[in-house]
């Protein structure tokens, strides 16, 4: 008996180790990407959504191998409990992620048959980046705030629904907002009108994340909303 004990530790450890897989190469992909190591889509899309989520489900295979050993000796159930929710906490977080990030539109306006266009300095980074032109699509539930607002208040807005203001202007208001993690970047722009007030928010990247566009350009609208 003596002698399976270490073989048990050692064992349980390794499934452990197993279920950090996939947390440390999200880690990785993130610090790669926003040093600039590799591309967006390559850090973001193939090892944290790709590679990471078959290591997600390693993990938990892993986890419940080490609970068919705590089974058996009682002192590797804190390595297994371990284990069990780190996997659980990781295959958890990528189910829900793939429910966001379905494809959604990445570009919506509150406009579809005028599309507000995006300011000069904003339109320039948006070639740069290699965005290119794409065609504004409608969200459900996205509306054209009633109302003409001031410049200020526009700003204002859109730093209350987390847009950097890149520029402002008598009738636009431009901004930009960049992902905590990976950097994912979108693009608004705030057309002013005698009566109504349109918004326009476009993903700057190729990736497909869901109605993030969506979200963001509703927040605006409601906080220019009175």
């Known amino acids: 008996m003596s002698n399976t004990h270490p073989k048990g530790s050692w064992l349980a450890q390794l499934l452990l180790a197993a279920t950090l897989l996939a947390p440390v190469l999200l880690l990785v992909a993130v610090v790669g990407t926003r040093a600039q190591l590799w591309s967006l889509e390559f850090g973001m ?5 790709t590679v990471g989520r078959i290591l997600a489900y ?8 080490a609970c068919l050993l705590a089974f058996r000796e009682r002192r590797l159930l804190g ?5 069990l ?13 793939e429910r966001r990030f379905s494809e959604a539109p990445r570009d919506v306006t509150t406009d579809l048959d005028e599309p507000p266009a995006f300011g000069r300095i904003l339109a320039a980074e948006r070639r ?8 504004p699509q409608a969200c459900p539930g996205l509306a054209a705030a009633s109302t003409q607002v001031a410049p200020e208040t526009a700003a204002w807005a859109l730093e209350k629904a987390g847009f950097t203001v890149l520029g402002t202007a008598p009738f636009r208001v431009d901004g930009r907002k960049e992902g905590a993690w990976f950097g994912v970047t979108h693009d608004v722009t705030v057309r002013i009108r005698p009566g109504r007030t349109d918004v326009r928010v476009a993903g700057r990247d190729s990736l497909h994340i869901g109605d993030e566009a ?8 409601a906080e220019l909303t009175p």
């Not at 390693?58 to 191998?65: F, M, N, Q, R």
């Not at 740069?128 to 065609?135: H, K, T, W, Y």
């Not at 969506?214 to 609208?221: S, W």
């Open 79 to 83: 390595i297994a409990a371990a284990a």
């Open 58 to 65: 390693l993990g938990l295979a892993a986890a419940l191998a």
């Open 214 to 221: 969506c979200r963001l350009a509703k927040a605006v609208v």
């Open 128 to 135: 740069l980046a290699g965005a290119g032109d794409s065609q």
């Open 85 to 97: 929710l780190i996997a659980g906490v990781t295959v958890g977080g990528f189910a829900f992620q």
């Open 45 to 49: 899309g193939v090892l944290g959504l």
